[in-house]
């Protein structure tokens, strides 16, 4: 029996799957075949699961609309579909990228040797200050890239170490995916680029479908086909993709707490901070309650603030 789910929060598109527990078939990128989510559409959905009588009502309504009741419907400016944003960073350097040099390792398509070669001919690059050096981890499998090196990877090494490495096919796929990747990754992105890597990510996975098997798509790669709405509402992919926000990960996980609650260092991380604000440093301190042990109360001044 084959089990469809629609599992995309920007369309329609049904993923088959044999039966339950099964992976289902991300593949299909023909995008005309896609019909889109609508903001009223979601709204009227979940209200629905929001009234029904019983809970097993409710779960029924909510799996078969994919929508579910949020407060934040309550703000009339809220689009349950536009507000909902796919992060490139996770999307496509920590999703596709790794998952395309996976399926090669897994495929055969690049040996132990190949990896120690792309490693020799990665080391002989001697970047500019600002582009960060890959550590030697290519020849263990790319094994704890992080997200900027995987952006540096396929942005600036990967074309040239994987030249005559790979079959040409493959490197015709991957050089529409680099392409993209180097559009997008700009500070400041035109319509016109953003539709060429958008035409570029379609290329990719159409091939990538063709050469790897439908088994290998994924979901980030349907995803590439809603990440241009998400740049031309929020522009470049700076403004609002993951790596500001992961970069304090880094920090709070350095954090000696030694068990103790992380909010009470965090409290003295936001502190510091804005000691370092400059000029707003003054009026912090005049507002700042000298017996402000809550970050309620110091996340408040600080939004005053700003
Ligand atoms: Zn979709």
Redo the contacts with the bound molecule.
Sequence with gaps: MCVFFSG??????EFPRASFGEKPDFSGFDRDS?E??SNSDHRAAADKVRQAKTPSDAQRFASLSGARYSVLFQLPYYDAIRFALIDPMHNLLLGTAKHVLKTWIEKGILSESDLQKLQKRVNLVKPPSEIGRIPKKISDGFKGFTADQWKNWVCIYSLFALKGVIPNEHYGMWTAFVHACQLLCRKVITKEECQEADQKLMRFCTMFEALCGKEKCTPNM??H??LQDCILDYGPVFSFWCFSFERYNGIMGDYHTNNVNIGKYMYSILVKYIANCGTLKLYCLALLPTTANNLQTLYNVCTFIH
């Design positions: 995309c929060s920007k369309c329609f598109k896609w889109p989510r349907h995803l086909g809603h």
